[in-house]
């Protein structure tokens, strides 16, 4: 099992930026190992994560759990607030 965030380098908005930090900020203060893997490496990182995630406009971050999609940086929000992080990362 393995969460996976997909994320970017090479972004002018602050928003993405924000929320990627977010993200990862919450992430490791819960001890969630995670893998980053950086769409700005190459178009077919960013297509992958488009079409794994079933939105031919995702921006990152977007979270997995190995290949299996576990939502948006609005998503990983509302789970956090709820306190059901592990859910939404299908660990639970």
Request: proline share 3%; glycine share 4%.
């Amino acid at each position: 099992m393995s969460v996976k965030v997909y994320y970017t380098t090479v972004t002018a908005s602050r928003e993405v930026k924000s929320q990627q930090a977010e993200v990862m900020r919450i992430l490791d203060s819960k001890s969630i190992r995670y893998e980053l893997i950086d769409i700005s490496v190459g178009g077919e990182v960013r297509d992958d994560m488009r079409k794994k995630s079933g939105n031919p406009t995702a921006v990152p971050p977007q979270i997995f759990n190995e290949d299996q999609y576990c939502g948006n940086y609005e998503m990983f929000s509302d789970a956090v607030e709820e306190d059901k992080v592990e859910q939404f990362l299908k660990m639970a």
